[in-house]
């Protein structure tokens, strides 16, 4: 199986598809068609421009795996039951907008007057509230004669505004308010994430391809989002937090 690795190389230099696509002028459509594992072949200049901007030798982009080592490659993970559980109130603080810009008024002023509204420190309007769960799962390998086990640390992390009612109600009704949607703060002070640890140091230790390694990587995130603590999806619901579907929740691997 040829397996093109261009999602997880961009991932990894915090690159989005735009970027390559401006950087290579390589188009939209069909650079989507390769990270999606559908297209049908790849020019040598189209390779040698994506090589190019990320500066990786073919072998980083295009990757063979037998199908055999695919099929025996079996993952499972194991919860320790090892917890811990923190909930830090009044997290972050809320404050009312910022002075509206000035007709006429730079880029450059405008920030400027920013900064000294900070100086001043706008009125705080509210806080928000965040639940860390500390849990510890063992990843087992089975492949063909070999098995590896590996522990993990998992952080399940989720942040909202408590009293939100309030808070809009306050946003909406200061002085500098400009009719600007609420959504935005909401957006900037609510998370839910999962933070994997110490999972590239065990893989380094493996002598496991690109292709199998992501397999690995894939098998966690399937696990995790089917089993998240009942605590960690309460807060979400009961702080009102914008509920991420299961296949967008955000997951680091570190």
């Known amino acids: 199986m040829i397996t093109i690795n261009l999602k997880n190389l961009l991932e990894d230099q915090d690159l989005t598809m735009t970027d390559l696509h401006k950087g290579t002028g390589i188009s939209k459509n069909t650079l989507s068609l390769m990270a999606n594992g559908v297209s049908k072949g790849i020019q040598f200049d189209t390779l040698d421009k994506i ?22 490659l079996i993952v499972s993970i194991t919860d320790l039951h090892d917890d811990a559980h923190e909930l830090v109130e009044n997290w972050n603080p809320i404050f009312t907008p910022p002075s509206p810009r000035i007709d006429g008024e730079s880029d450059a002023a405008y920030e400027a007057r920013l900064e000294k509204d900070d100086d001043l420190e706008r009125p705080t309007i509210g806080y928000t509230n965040q639940l860390r769960i500390y849990k510890k799962f063992q990843v087992n390998l089975d492949y063909d004669d070999f098995q590896c086990k590996f522990v993990i640390p998992v952080k399940f992390i989720a942040e909202g505004i408590d009293e939100k009612d309030k808070v809009k109600k306050r946003y909406t009704q200061s002085k500098n308010y400009d009719g600007e949607s609420f959504d935005e703060v909401m957006w900037l002070n609510q998370v839910a994430l999962i933070l994997v640890e110490n999972f590239y140091r065990n893989m380094d230790k493996l002598s496991f391809n690109t292709y199998q390694i ?41």
């Open 51 to 72: 090589l190019e901007f990320l500066s990786v030798d073919v072998g980083a982009l295009i990757i063979f795996t037998s199908t055999k080592e695919i099929d025996n």
């Open 214 to 254: 992501n397999i690995v990587k894939n098998k966690i995130i399937a696990e995790l989002k089917e089993n998240l603590p009942v605590e960690f999806t309460d807060f979400i619901k009961e702080m009102d937090i914008v509920e991420p579907h299961r296949e967008d929740l955000s997951i680091t691997f570190t």
